[in-house]
């Protein structure tokens, strides 16, 4: 566990729209993503870095004191304002203290409302010791660049220093065709064009990218504590998000959006049920679930297996609701998006898996509408057809070679297509092809034509035959486990024996196992032996040909390790599935799950990304997190494990009563500020 500031540990508030603030506990950015106001002008796509960052420090003493600190190459932090950080606290916010020289204390705290393009700014004189007289002024320095959130920014011409002023207002324009930014506030703004050269990021550094900006300072706001909170809402001026509380003083705007927030915050459960929030976000006029911040956007497989512990094990059935409606009109030839790229190309649709695991959250949704009479006919019928269009696609045959065989098990794939979920690609290399009929991928087809037989004889009927052949090809009796993959490269007979976590989902993670009795157990047993890790599973046996123990360097060592070996936390749901079945689901062996595989992952909770789990981490110990620190299915598995077969009996109920969805808008009195 990191140091209660270390730069390792990040926060993140999100806008509920694509957009979001993150940093680092520790003050200092590391990655290009780190900023203060990051605005999506399509949500949840169209993300723009406008404010990176601010330049904070206190006058009044014998000189200066900083309250900011930034990493500069070729390795200098600098100023220390790290050095007199005394506190942070990431709950309900982000929050930090700092204790000065003579002892006053200052505080500074930063969230995001829902719905609402900006982040809000205030530091307070929490303590002055009775030997400082006079004022006490706060000086901060917004850092500008206005470029895409994957791209850096560097000195040149063409930014526009100038700013518009009125009560109480201030607007930059930094770039044509970029959206303005207006600063609420307070203070006493000067302005002062500068630029600060050569932020150093050290973890795009250690990835292996540029990691070198350059960020622009128009101005200055001036503060003095003594008198007040100072005030800073900055605002992103997107499509649709005009500025309209013009008359509302920054004071009064502050506690309005403050107590609002707090408010929609306290409605959620428990903490994990707070960070799940973040990865439901408007797409149009319905919702999505980005995959993880702070560089994906919404993935069709993410967003399926997320949806059934974001959304479906919390009870947000209407959330749920609006985003399976929203991909229902996305089916084509069968096949739903993998992923809608940022700035409005044709969507990609290779996956073989996100349409299938569509059938599934589609089954569990309707299950839990019907039951909590949160059902519809129109919408019942919107998702039915959908489930009855990628089954006949399948079936008949579409794009990247996805087929039913005659032995009823689906075939897909073709060279230089990653289709399933490990899903690596360098250049032309697919580190992973799995071309054939990989087994998760029979797991799902087995359990969407089971669900769909009792609606139709003809998905029962191929589901019996797949069954049939999926229990005569897939079994190895000499290593005691499932192949990873039959039919290799379509050659009839050729089997991979990669010792490979995707055969858990034959077993757990789904609505009905398709192997049960001692192949059940020897399968969790092989699995948790060689395969299980606190953060989650491996996803390559070690000492097998190709196995990375670390998940480091360039894109390319990072690419090349992503499935060969990295553990990935979100497989640990399907693993206690899988476990609790063959250990019969006793109370006693929930309890020891609960303490053997869900207490670790909590404990992470508390790292790397506050609050949310990480994308993957090591396969070898200490296991360090790697990849994306806040990802939605990592979270949803959580949440899902928490919420569903190992909640605590004593102090929730095996299954999530609904709750009223979260609002994604500001309350009516600050409506003005949404979009």
Request: charge should be neutral; proline fraction near 7%.
């Amino acid at each position: 566990m990191p140091a209660p500031f270390d730069d390792s540990a990040e926060w993140l508030e999100a806008d509920g729209l694509g957009g979001c603030a993150s940093g680092t506990a520790g003050l200092v950015r590391t990655r290009r993503y780190h900023a203060l106001l990051l605005a999506a002008a399509t949500p949840p796509t169209g993300r723009t870095a406008l404010v990176n960052g601010v330049e904070a420090w206190i006058e009044g003493g014998s000189e200066p004191q900083a309250l900011s600190a930034h990493r500069y190459a070729p390795g200098v932090t600098h100023p220390d304002g790290a050095r007199r950080l005394v506190g942070f606290e990431p709950e309900p916010w982000p929050r930090w203290t700092w204790r000065l020289e003579d002892g006053a204390e200052i505080e500074h705290e930063l969230f995001v409302p829902a719905g609402i393009p900006c982040v809000v700014l205030s530091w307070r004189l929490r303590r002055r010791p009775p030997a400082r007289r006079g004022g006490m002024r706060l000086r901060v320095r917004p850092l500008l660049s206005g470029r895409d959130t994957h791209a850096l920014h560097h000195e040149n011409g063409a930014f526009r220093f100038e700013a518009e002023l009125e009560s109480g207002r201030v607007t930059w324009r930094p770039y044509p065709r970029i959206p303005a930014v207006t600063a609420i506030t307070n203070g006493a703004y000067r302005h002062a064009p500068d630029w600060y050269r050569r932020f150093l990021y050290e973890e795009e550094r250690a990835r292996g990218l540029d990691h070198i900006e350059d960020l622009a300072a128009p101005g200055e706001f001036e503060f003095d504590l003594a008198r007040g909170e100072a005030v800073l809402i900055l605002r992103a001026h997107t499509p649709g998000a005009a500025l309209k509380a013009a008359d509302t003083a920054p004071e009064r705007l502050l506690r309005d959006l403050r107590a609002s927030e707090r408010r929609r915050r306290a409605r959620f459960r428990s903490r994990l049920e707070r960070s799940a929030d973040a990865y439901v976000v408007r797409r149009g006029a319905r919702q999505t679930i980005v995959a993880g911040y702070p560089w994906f956007t919404d993935w069709g497989r993410d967003t399926f297996i997320a949806l059934r512990g974001l959304c479906l094990a919390t009870g947000r059935l209407d959330d749920a609701r609006r985003i399976l409606v929203q991909w229902a009109g996305t089916v084509s030839e069968g096949m739903l998006p993998n992923r809608f790229v940022e700035q409005g190309e044709a969507p990609e649709f290779n996956s073989v898996d996100a349409s299938l695991w569509y059938v599934i959250a589609v089954h569990e949704f309707l299950g839990l509408a019907a039951r909590h009479r949160r059902d519809s006919v129109r919408v019942r019928a919107v998702l039915e057809d959908a489930v009855e269009a990628i089954l006949s696609g399948y079936a008949a045959g579409t794009r990247y070679r996805i087929h039913a065989d005659d032995d009823g098990l689906l075939a897909a794939g073709e060279p230089g297509v990653q289709l399933t979920w490990m899903d690596a690609k360098i250049g032309d290399w697919v580190v992973t092809p799995r071309i054939g009929k990989p087994v998760e991928i029979q797991a799902l087809w087995l359990n969407a034509l089971d669900l769909a037989g009792r609606r139709s004889q003809r998905w029962a009927a191929l589901h019996d035959r797949a069954l049939r052949s999926f229990q005569a090809r897939f079994w190895n009796e000499d290593g005691g486990y499932l192949y990873d993959v039959v039919d290799v490269d379509h050659v009839s007979g050729a089997c991979d024996a990669a010792f490979r976590p995707n055969q858990i989902f034959a077993v757990g993670g789904l609505p009905r196992p398709i192997v049960n009795g001692g192949r059940a157990g020897r399968i969790v047993e092989a699995v948790e032996r060689r395969l299980l890790t606190p953060l989650g599973l491996r996803s390559l046996a070690p000492g097998a040909p190709g196995y990375a123990p670390r998940y480091h360097g360039g894109v390319r060592e990072r690419d090349g390790a992503y499935h060969q070996g990295t553990v990935w936390p979100w497989l640990l749901g399907p693993f206690v599935e899988a476990w609790l079945r063959v250990h019969h689901d006793t109370p006693e062996a929930r309890r020891e799950a609960r303490v053997r595989f869900l207490n670790p992952l909590l404990r992470h909770v508390e790292e790397a990304g506050l609050g949310h789990v990480s994308e993957v981490a090591d396969a070898e110990a200490p296991h360090t997190p790697g990849g994306c620190p806040f990802q939605a299915w990592s979270l949803g598995e959580l949440v899902r494990l928490s919420r569903g077969p190992l909640a605590d009996p004593e102090q929730a109920p095996r299954r999530a009563a609904p709750m009223p969805d979260a609002p994604r808008r500001a309350a009516p009195a600050l409506e003005g500020l949404g979009s």
